[in-house]
């Protein structure tokens, strides 16, 4: 009684975490009653994975090996110095939390940690979940969108593993299954005040403290009518999709799923007209959105970065759970994406002075003007590709997938390092800054011109030797780019996907790798000033030490073990690990079972 009169607060966490794990466990009892199960309409879809592999789908035992040694050596150096902590500093080895203090490494590595087999760390980090993680305390406001992504995700993917016979009751007994499917109660339960909005679409930010919805919030001059105006970005309206529906499926409670569709509802069945918008392309989302009217507050329109993982979500729902009600909406308002990114987005750059090939990127949109820039995480848009050419048997899909990530490849093989800037620029064919002026009247349609051209001389030799241009000079390899390998090489079987997986693999190791992790470069364009195979001495590799750690950042990406390294791993592994008939993978990199009843 000692420790209670000393510590009221822990006291009042371990009874609130207990009441609510037995109010889960009677609703259990009786839920079945109250919720008997949906009528089933089964679907059949095509098959989603490569059918032609004759032998050639094997793995490749030594490059997967190398790949799941650099996934041991990471979390050993985490677990060294971090457990428990969010992310730990590559460089400097200092723990930091980024996402709530929950340890979002070791809870998100879980999945990969399972996949490769390493049976050891992943006891290890279950045990963080069950016994240290406390979903009821945070001393930070929760981003609801990301935690799902990360760490609903990764416990509910877990569960799922477990129960199709993928992960041992050595490793995860029974038990504990059920406690992790607590803490994923647990969760939801705090998570709830994101949805106490006017039109559904979730807040940006719960004080778990308060049990409600909030944000900071965003002035907005244009909007008279109000003093304020609270926004969230386009895919934070779907990031719950594919996750509540695995949560309802294992919960047997309609509840969750229900909500996430409320949060996409305003954009699939919109209350104002939406094609009345100025310069809407047919089929696209604006960007952001206000969150009590559902109107959006601007003209952004993207498949990059806070607008992809949306339309994802809608392509993976429908592959979740194709004989759900809302599938055949879901497709279709993809399907149609699909088309407008085609018509709306893709770009082609101009040749250079030193490089000819035209490639093709995906550009954005804002109103009228195409914006002439990229990301890396615009290269997951072929992995949504390849999946919707074939689960709609719809063979041009996959061709716009092939183009987008040759346009990738050659932006990732051209940089010195071998890795892509965070953005990179290019000027797009036939615009006015790319084509000199004619005298002769042509037949060319009219284009637009460049919104971004070089402006340093730098950025200039840079366009005229590869045809773009770093518009930001810092990297590391993301998950975009091994999503897209992975998923090319699942769907197309083209083998050269395993060999630019390869390519991409061995320029992280050899450029990123830090004393305590795997670090962002500061420039991808700086060559390589690693010495040669000669022996150093000891002052020189000092020198050498020094200057790798001026070329880096002290930060890991946070999804470089839940998805960049296990999707690369997945190249070459065999293809009926992960098989993509049966999975379904969310936007954190977790596996959920394509089984689910309704």
């Not at 935690?147 to 129960?163: E, N, Q």
């Not at 716009?400 to 093989?413: I, K, N, P, T």
């Not at 051209?453 to 590391?476: D, H, N, V």
């Not at 795997?518 to 020094?546: C, I, S």
């Amino acid at each position: 009684m000692q420790s209670f009169r000393r510590s009221p607060a822990t006291a009042f966490k371990l009874l609130s975490a207990a009441f609510i794990v037995c109010f889960y466990l009677v609703y259990a009892s009786f839920r079945d009653y109250f919720n008997p199960p949906p009528r089933v309409i089964r679907v059949d879809l095509p098959r989603l994975q490569y059918e032609g592999w004759r032998g050639g789908g094997k793995a490749d035992l030594a490059k997967a090996g190398a790949i799941r040694d650099v996934v041991q050596k990471t979390f050993a150096r985490y677990a060294e110095r971090a457990l428990g902590k969010d992310e730990i500093g590559p460089v400097s080895g200092e723990a930091v939390n980024t996402h709530n203090g929950w340890g979002s490494l070791v809870v998100e590595s879980t999945t990969t940690l399972a996949l490769m087999g390493l049976w050891d760390e992943l006891r290890q980090a279950v045990r963080h979940i069950i016994d240290n993680v406390d979903f009821l305390t945070t001393g930070e406001l929760v981003n609801p969108s990301e935690t799902m992504k990360r760490y609903m995700g990764a416990i509910l993917s877990l569960v799922d593993m477990s129960d199709a016979g993928l992960i041992s009751p050595d490793v995860i007994s029974h038990d504990d299954r059920n406690k992790l499917l607590g803490q994923a109660y647990t969760l939801a339960f705090k998570l709830q005040p994101a949805y106490s909005t006017n039109s559904g679409f979730p807040w940006p930010r719960v004080n778990f403290d308060t049990s409600s919805g909030v944000s900071a919030p965003l002035a907005r001059d244009e909007n008279p009518g109000s003093d304020e105006v609270i926004t969230i970005p386009l895919s934070a309206t779907g990031a719950s999709l594919l996750e509540s529906r695995v949560l309802s499926r294992l919960l047997n409670d309609a509840s969750y799923v229900a909500d996430a569709t409320y949060a996409v509802a305003p954009l699939i069945w919109p209350s104002y007209n939406i094609s009345a918008l100025p310069y809407h392309p047919a089929g696209l989302f604006p960007s952001p959105l206000d969150i009590q009217t559902s109107f959006p507050t601007s003209l952004d329109y993207s498949w990059d970065a806070f607008h992809q993982s949306f339309y994802n979500a809608l392509l993976k729902s429908f592959l979740l759970a194709p004989h759900s009600p809302q599938a055949p909406v879901y497709r279709e308002a993809w399907l149609a994406a699909a088309h407008a990114v085609r018509w709306n987005l893709t770009s082609r750059a101009a040749p250079s002075p030193d490089h000819h090939t035209q490639h093709l990127y995906l550009a954005s949109r804002q109103g009228s003007h195409l914006l002439n820039e990229a990301s890396p995480a615009s290269c997951a848009a072929a992995a949504a590709l390849f999946l919707g050419s074939a689960s709609i048997s719809r063979a041009d899909l996959a061709g716009l997938g092939h183009a987008l990530l040759e346009g990738c490849h050659h932006v990732h093989a051209s940089a010195p390092s071998g890795i892509a800037p965070d953005r990179w620029s290019w000027l797009p064919a036939l615009s006015p800054t790319s084509q000199p002026a004619s005298e002769t009247q042509t037949n060319e349609p009219e284009t637009e011109a460049a919104a971004f051209t070089p402006t340093t001389a730098r950025a200039q030799r840079q366009w005229e030797l590869r045809g773009w241009w770093a518009a930001t000079e810092s990297g590391m390899l993301r998950p975009g780019y091994a999503e897209a390998l992975f998923v090319g090489w699942r769907v197309t079987g083209r083998a050269r996907y395993r060999e630019w997986a390869w390519e991409a693999f061995q320029a992280a190791q050899a450029r990123c790798e830090a004393p305590h992790g795997f670090a962002v470069l500061r420039d991808v364009m700086a060559p390589d000033r690693k010495a040669g195979k000669r022996q150093l001495g000891v002052v020189e590799q000092a020198v050498k030490q020094a200057e790798a750690g001026r070329e880096w950042i002290d930060e890991q990406d946070g999804e470089w073990v839940s998805r960049t390294l296990k999707y690369l791993w997945l190249v070459f592994s065999d293809v009926k690990v992960a098989d993509l008939d049966l999975w379904v993978v969310s936007e954190g990199g977790h596996l959920f079972r394509r089984t689910e009843p309704g």
